[in-house]
């Protein structure tokens, strides 16, 4: 995260653009988020247009510390108030029955709203800037549809191009995000008749959310909200991932390589190995999150046939990761076996 002093200039400008209807790329402490004013549907429609998204699919709107949640949301059961308490600012997602007069752009028409206040200085400084910090800030990740989210402005640059004729007026700098994937999703808007559910996992784990409002969260039924993020083929880079066990690797590796395949790497615990490119990961999940997608768009731009990801342990600490990873992978064995068959993956 930035440890630069804030260039209000530039946030300024930024929420002076926000507000005139244009798209600004804003840095968070998950990843960079695609800002537009949330009160304004033609801004949003740019949103969609610009990450070739499909308009019934909900954003986030990220607001200012302090702001009223009571504006965005209605009937807000007890327990938001206490996940708001404990985990704002921070990476964590609420979604509430929207307010009647919030467009229903925001949420791909469904009755809901996902309300997050970000703890990046630069998102806080802009949501403070922007309409005296009153306004919503509608941003989903800046990564055009199904690609890897961004960790960085220059990722965000790699997605949209920059100059005249990108369509983000700006991107704002800020560091390399911490945490390194989305926000924990907790849908609240349901909570008379479904309780807590759990839409996509994240920094924020299950077992801190049941530790704050004593419930744990379940997960999703064939009702719940739809998020995007949710999808099963997601988060990919254009090369194929996929996901290997430690004690598959050597073997896989070798298999690959004899039938010509150049391999990319990205392991936690196995050795070092002969591949065209590799990179080694952080051991603890909280840092293997930070550097996840910025190493699947370096392995991406390595050029290999393949990218071969070491599988991770299966519990709560690597939950988010993992999410991420089987999406990321979510055809390994087919992408295997048609490397192998000698056939190009389509
Ligand atoms: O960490 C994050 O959440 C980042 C940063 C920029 O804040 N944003 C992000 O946005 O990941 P996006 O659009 O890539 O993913 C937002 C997820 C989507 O899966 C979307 O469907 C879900 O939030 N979502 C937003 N509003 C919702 C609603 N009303 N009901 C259900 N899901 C909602
Ligand atoms: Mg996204």
Not at 42 to 69: E, F, M, Q, T
Not at 118 to 124: E, G
Not at 203 to 225: E, K, L, W
Not at 301 to 328: F, H, K, M, T, Y
Request: aromatic share 4%.
């Amino acid at each position: 995260m930035s440890e630069q002093p804030l260039d209000m200039p530039a946030i300024r400008a930024a929420a002076r653009l926000l507000e005139q209807g244009e798209l600004v790329a804003l840095p968070t402490e998950t990843v960079y988020g695609l800002g537009a004013d949330a009160e304004s549907p033609p801004a949003v429609a740019r949103i969609y247009a610009a990450k070739g998204r499909p308009s019934n699919h909900p954003v986030i709107v990220h607001l200012a510390p302090g702001a009223d949640i009571g504006y965005w949301a209605v009937d807000i059961p007890a327990e938001a108030r206490k996940l708001i308490d404990a985990f704002w600012p921070g990476p964590l997602t609420l979604i509430l029955k929207r307010a009647p007069h919030i467009p229903d752009a925001v949420s791909g028409g469904q009755d809901s709203v996902g309300l997050r206040c970000p703890s990046h200085p630069v998102a806080q400084a802009l949501l403070q800037e922007f309409k005296n910090g009153q306004g919503g800030v509608a941003a989903p990740s800046a990564n055009r549809f199904g690609h890897v989210s961004p960790t960085t402005a220059q990722h965000v640059r790699d997605e949209f191009g920059s100059g005249p004729g990108s369509p983000v007026a700006c991107v704002l700098e800020g560091g390399q995000s911490d945490v390194g994937i989305e926000s924990t999703i907790l849908d609240l808007s349901r909570m008379a008749t479904h309780g807590p559910v759990l839409l996509r996992p994240g920094h924020i784990s299950a077992a801190q959310i049941a530790g704050v409002i004593g419930v744990q969260p379940c997960t999703p039924d064939a009702a719940a909200p739809r998020a995007s993020g949710t999808l099963e083929a997601h988060y990919a880079p254009s090369t194929p991932v996929a996901l290997v066990t430690v004690e598959e690797l050597a073997g896989t590796m070798e298999r690959l390589t004899g039938a010509g395949k150049r391999v990319a790497l990205i392991r936690r615990s196995f050795p070092e190995a002969v591949a065209l490119a590799q990179i080694a990961m952080p051991q603890p999940p909280d840092g293997y999150a930070h550097d996840l997608y910025a190493a699947l768009r370096a392995m991406d731009a390595a050029g290999a046939d393949v990218i071969l990801v070491e599988s991770l342990p299966q519990n709560d600490a690597w939950q988010g990761v993992n999410d991420r990873l089987r999406r990321a992978a979510h055809d390994s064995q087919g992408i295997l076996a048609r490397l192998l068959a000698g056939r190009r993956p389509v």
